[in-house]
């Protein structure tokens, strides 16, 4: 099968032939239609982390989450069948060749897998994966009410064009970055109350529009410190991208690092959301694997919504 992988430290992920996965007991074997790019993957292919998680095995084959067709069951699986169509985030944080979505066939645990929705296309399905469970954790941490105002850095991205929705649902008044044009239509037409141009004086935008300033954020783009100033006393903060409670520069505000924990429960929830209109994702674009290494290069650009590695 093909698969888009890294066959060594310090050399560039590419697409190259691998044995197709036979799933051991407890597994399912996905034929895969789409996975989507995150910023994950980049900084494996960066070598962001091989000194930072164990026992990695070469080659690496990149992606984390995915929608197909179940092709076959390893002993022991009940409550899946072959033909079944489904999503999945990859679970744990193992690398290695069994490990990537960004492949022709995935081998992963039944019980991470679930039933896509009738209605939901495998492209809206697949934009939710990773990103979808991130923004539910960052969201959850924050613990929304109505009537709060959330800053949302990073809207535009998938993450924060879930969270954006899901805030707007919850009752909250979203301030989202967005640049204006194209990407300010799109946030606003997710629900966004107002947007600030991220290319901007972010910090004297939202002051103007929230002078006593937000009661939580969201930060999944942007700098910590400069965004944690413009929090309330009381507040919370939850990073997507590692930053710690030393990075915001706060200490009378709450501050979450946020390593989005999968379950197939999330994903059927937020599955069901799309199901019923209440999320929806942009997808920018979507490129076979054999032309994978133009899905980074156009997801490092920066994308309004998804890029999707397809089949």
């Known amino acids: ?10 050399t560039q992920p590419t697409v190259i032939d691998l044995p197709t996965p036979d799933p051991a007991p407890g597994e399912v074997l996905v034929h895969v239609d789409a996975a989507s790019v995150n910023g994950f993957d980049l900084s494996v292919a960066a070598g962001y982390v091989w000194d930072m998680i164990p026992g990695i095995e070469f080659p690496v084959v990149l992606g984390r989450d995915l929608v197909g067709t179940v092709s076959a069951l390893g002993e022991g699986v009940e409550g899946v069948a072959v033909g079944d169509r489904v999503a999945a985030v990859i679970p744990g944080m193992a690398l290695g060749p069994r490990t990537g979505a960004f492949a022709e066939y995935v081998a992963l645990p039944a019980a991470a897998v679930t039933a896509t929705p009738s209605g939901v296309d495998t492209h809206q399905a697949a934009v939710i994966g990773l990103a979808g469970i991130a923004a539910h954790d960052a969201l959850a941490a924050l613990d929304i009410q109505s009537g709060e105002t959330v800053l949302v850095s990073g809207a535009t991205g998938g993450v924060g064009s879930i969270a954006t929705q899901v805030a707007v649902a919850a009752g909250a008044s979203v301030i989202a970055t967005a640049q204006p044009g194209q990407e300010d239509d799109y946030v606003r037409s997710l629900g966004a109350t107002h947007t600030v141009d991220y290319t901007g004086d972010v910090a004297a935008a939202v002051k103007d529009l929230a002078p006593q300033g937000v009661d939580k954020l969201l930060h999944s783009a942007g700098d910590a410190a400069a965004l944690g100033a413009l929090l309330n006393a009381g ?35 937020l599955l069901d959301r799309v199901a019923a209109n209440e999320v929806r994702v942009n997808v920018e674009i979507t490129i076979p694997l054999d032309r994978a290494p133009e899905a980074f290069a156009a997801f490092a650009g920066g994308t309004l919504g998804k890029v999707l590695i397809t089949r």
């Not at 099968?1 to 310090?10: H, L």
């Not at 706060?250 to 924990?261: I, K, Y």
Request: proline share 0%; no cysteine.
């Open 235 to 269: 507040g919370a903060a939850a990073s997507t991208l590692g930053a710690s409670s030393e990075q915001f520069a706060r200490d009378d505000v709450a501050v979450t690092t946020v390593m989005a924990d999968a379950t197939a429960d999330k994903l059927a929830a």
């Open 1 to 10: 099968m093909k698969a888009f992988a890294i066959t060594a430290r310090d």
